[in-house]
């Protein structure tokens, strides 16, 4: 790289990071101010809320907000650089368009990469820590009230829990039926299941275990059997936010384990693993519209340039709520979606590049 692309690099990448650090700084004291009373309703610790959840909660927010804010600084930079005439003497010493945005690209590119670690793995365990934090000193005690829920637990395995009461980890009405060719091959029923945490098995009481294969028909009973099933007491807790607290090899696995149980929800998680792939390109496509939009002097000038900017964001922000509420919904292909801005964006980006005087 040259000193021309150190030089802006360096003040595109500082403007970006003091734009995160503010936007996030705002975000905390606002988040404060409105969970102060449920702090001190429910007495939580100082040491918790510093180190649990705002020290976690800073994460978070600087990769929510890194689309936007790289989009954002782009603009605000660029069209400072443009109203000062830099951009022109640049052009003007031989430097082409295309090669002014080659810095922009590196930028965009760090920032990208950064952006995909930090929503594969450290904001998943930040949340794990945030989370849990929250379910206890904001959103208050969780129940498990569904009731009639069915699992399937292997290929040819369902489990049935008329009830369940997550405070103790105990099943009520429960039964486990092995199935083959549409037919019950065996079905075993109890009263209650009991999840014991030394062991890490599920103990049933007063089972009945009914044999209709040909030939074997017949039923045994019993006061108490350990068992270890592929069903745990996490299954009924708290899902949500679930899906934000897993790693990116962790949520892929949770995805197969849905999958395998023919469970409903899985659009959330498949979003959610989509997402992980698709904001860092939206970072450098937005780098690359908030570039484009802004690299000329306008006679409005840097405010409308910044207020255009704003206005695009706010489009694109509008656009992918639309479509990931609509996959949510199941109207939409998840996959199609989260990547749907982008492909939009995208093809705005390079009708840009080809349309605007430069």
């Known amino acids: 790289m040259k000193i021309l692309d150190y030089y802006i690099l360096k003040k595109f990448l500082k403007t970006y990071v003091f734009a995160v650090f503010l936007i996030v700084l705002i975000v905390m004291v606002i988040d404060y101010t409105e969970k102060i009373d449920d702090f001190i309703r429910k007495q939580a610790p100082m040491h918790a809320i510093i180190f649990d959840y705002y020290l976690n909660f800073i994460p978070y927010w600087a990769n929510y907000i890194s689309p936007l804010m790289v989009f954002i600084a782009t603009v605000f930079f660029t069209a400072n650089l443009a109203a000062k005439t830099e951009i022109i003497a ?23 990469i950064g952006t995909f670690i930090m929503i594969g793995w450290v904001v998943p365990n930040a949340n794990k820590i945030r989370v849990p934090f929250e379910h206890q000193y904001i959103n208050g005690t969780y129940f498990f009230d569904k009731r009639d829920v069915h699992i399937k637990i292997a290929p040819d395995v369902y489990a049935y829990i008329e009830s369940y009461d997550n405070n103790t980890n105990t099943g009520y009405r429960f039964s486990l039926e092995r199935i083959s060719n549409n037919e019950i091959k065996e079905k075993l029923m109890s009263d209650r299941i009991t999840w014991d945490t030394l062991r890490k098995k599920w103990t049933i009481h007063d089972y009945r275990i009914r044999n209709l294969m040909p030939g074997k028909t017949g039923i045994i009973s019993g006061v108490k059997i350990d068992t270890t099933l592929n069903l745990f007491p996490k299954d009924f807790q708290n899902k ?55 690299a000329r002097k306008s006679r409005g000038g840097v405010g409308f340039q910044i207020a255009l900017g704003f206005s695009l964001a706010f489009i694109y922000i509008l656009f992918f709520m639309m479509s990931k509420g609509i996959a949510e919904g199941g109207g939409m292909p998840p996959l199609l979606a989260v990547w749907l801005p982008n492909i939009v964006f995208g093809a705005v980006g390079v009708g840009l590049y080809y349309t605007l005087p430069r």
Do not use: C, Q, W
């Open 240 to 294: 949500h936010l679930l899906h934000e607290t897993f790693t990116l090899p962790e949520l892929n696995r949770h995805i197969d384990l849905v999958r395998s149980r023919g469970a409903d929800g899985i659009e959330v998680f498949l979003i959610e693993k989509y997402l992980r792939y698709a904001n860092p390109i939206s970072v450098i496509i937005l780098t690359i519209i908030g570039f484009l939009v802004s």
């Open 90 to 112: 640049i052009l003007s010493s031989g430097v082409s368009f295309t090669r002014l945005m080659r810095p922009y690209l590196i930028g965009s590119t760090i920032i990208a």
